[in-house]
């Protein structure tokens, strides 16, 4: 049995390789948002109040290209939908918390250290104090992120316009996506939301980023029950 202690501490060491990706990732974002045009108290406010990479860069960009907030806010939530899964997964393991110790818990849970977490709950059932390293990854993150992203605040105060550092956005984007085209109906799913892109570009409030991604959703469901 670990003490609550060595939980917390095989947390950070589990989450610890991923910092290879994320803290890159977090300096493009803080400069990205100088870039943007942003104040980097702004920046740095929502660095700590989203804390997610992917939802800050389309949060900045939507807001810089002049979508409505009820739209960018809504991009926002469809993104971290999948942490509704997350909480799903993880309940079996953080029932017997308090609701407020939930809620703060909620606050770190990151794609990475959810991964971590759910592997080493798997093979730790009988433990006691499992969210404990729930928070140790979680709170490795957070705390990388934070600087990682002041840092691209920082950097992105010096480094030039003509550079182009938005370009970052959509090649960080194409990098993250590219890895998922494995199968064909990936490829099929990622088109119809390309085109579907194109099709409503024009549709009203930059609606066309929700509407794209709902069409491609409802045929990756079709293509599931063709397949069955």
């Known amino acids: 049995m670990h003490t609550k202690k060595q939980l917390f501490t095989r947390g950070m060491l589990d989450i610890s390789p991923h910092m290879l990706s994320v803290i890159p990732f977090g300096i493009i974002c803080g400069a990205i948002g100088v870039e943007l045009g942003f104040h980097p108290y702004l920046v740095y406010a929502m660095s700590f109040i989203i804390f997610g990479g992917a939802s800050q860069i389309v949060f900045l960009q939507l807001l810089s290209g002049g979508a409505s907030?009820?739209?960018a806010v809504a991009s926002v939530g469809i993104i971290n939908s999948r942490h509704l899964l997350y909480g799903a997964v993880l309940s079996e393991y953080l029932e017997k918390l308090s609701f407020i110790k939930k809620l703060l818990i909620s606050y770190v849970v990151v794609d990475q250290g959810f991964a971590e977490s759910n592997k080493?709950?798997?093979?730790?059932?009988?433990?006691?104090f499992l969210h404990y390293h729930l928070i140790g990854t979680g709170c490795t993150m957070w705390v990388c992120w934070q600087i990682a992203t002041l840092s691209g605040i920082v950097l992105g105060s010096f480094v030039p316009e003509e550079l182009g550092l938005k370009f970052a956005i959509p090649l960080t984007f194409i990098a993250i996506v590219v890895q998922d085209l494995k199968k064909l109906d990936?490829?099929?799913?990622?088109?119809?939301?390309?085109?579907?892109?194109?099709?409503?570009?024009?549709?009203p409030f930059k609606s066309y980023i929700i509407i794209s991604p709902v069409i491609a959703l409802f045929v990756a469901a079709l293509l599931l029950r063709l397949k069955k």
């Open 69 to 71: 907030s009820l739209v």
């Open 120 to 128: 080493f709950f798997k093979k730790n059932r009988s433990e006691e």
């Open 186 to 203: 990936h490829v099929i799913v990622m088109i119809t939301c390309g085109l579907s892109s194109l099709l409503f570009f024009d549709a």
